[in-house]
């Protein structure tokens, strides 16, 4: 079947960690995105890909890094740097400019 | 003003009644409208994709987009429980940016 693959489900992080959450995408897309989902915020942008070995920051970028060395996967870090990193994080991915995007299931990360 | 507003609600029906959501946005760029749907610790999957003015139906699902009044809505028929979700609109510009902007999703509880 195709589509968007996050792991895992649910990460737990020390303060002071950093931590990667995994997203892989087998719809043959060339951009991809990760968000964060606050209750009460919607989704905000984090960072972007619209190719491989490029990708630019969204709104809420600080703290956060990412790597686009395969079309397939675009791992998301959450370094120490991020204040208030407990979340929903979702990856999405799409087809190109004016196409919709199809997002994974999500992982929850809560800082312990 | 931000770029997307949808009330977040939420709102509660009883079982078979139409549901009726909305969202207004402000940048006349945007040419691409869509409505996904969200369960609980889920990621969101699109329901409907529009481009043009006027009304597309998929079933019980209407979405309604109105590009002078800036102002686009989604209808249930016959809502059913199974619809309890939290509902996004999400938009894309016309131009060459593939960025979703989002609104913060309305969340929908559905009475039997």
């Known amino acids: 079947d195709g589509g968007i693959t996050q792991s895992p489900k649910y990460l737990f992080r020390k303060e002071g960690q950093n931590v990667t959450l995994s997203c892989e995408q087998n719809l043959n897309h060339d951009a991809m995105y990760w968000y964060r989902q606050d209750p009460g915020q919607g989704l905000r942008l984090i960072y972007y890909?619209?190719?491989?070995?490029?990708?630019q920051k969204g709104d809420i970028a600080e703290g956060y890094s990412v790597s686009r060395e395969k079309k397939e996967s675009f791992p998301l870090t959450v370094t120490s740097a991020q204040k208030n990193p407990t979340a929903f994080y979702l990856c999405a991915s799409s087809d190109g400019p004016k196409t919709v995007a199809f997002f994974g299931q999500g992982t929850r990360l809560t800082v312990v | 003003q931000k770029e997307v507003e949808q009330d977040p609600g939420p709102l509660s029906v009883p079982e078979g009644a139409i549901v009726s959501l909305n969202c207004t946005y402000s940048?006349?760029?945007?040419?691409?409208f869509m409505w996904y749907r969200q369960y609980s610790r889920k990621g969101p999957e699109l329901l409907m994709y529009?481009?043009?003015?006027g009304n597309k139906e998929d079933g019980r699902f209407t979405a309604q987009v109105d590009k002078s009044s800036k102002y686009i809505s989604l209808f249930i028929r016959d809502s059913q429980p199974s619809d309890s979700a939290t509902y996004l609109c999400?938009?894309?510009?016309?131009?060459?940016?593939?960025?979703?902007?989002f609104g913060k999703g309305n969340q929908v509880v559905v009475i039997p």
């Open positions: 999400a938009m894309i510009s016309g131009g060459g940016n593939n960025r979703l902007a």
């Open positions: 529009t481009y043009s003015s």
């Open positions: 940048n006349s760029a945007f040419q691409y």
């Open positions: 890909s619209q190719i491989v070995n490029d990708f």
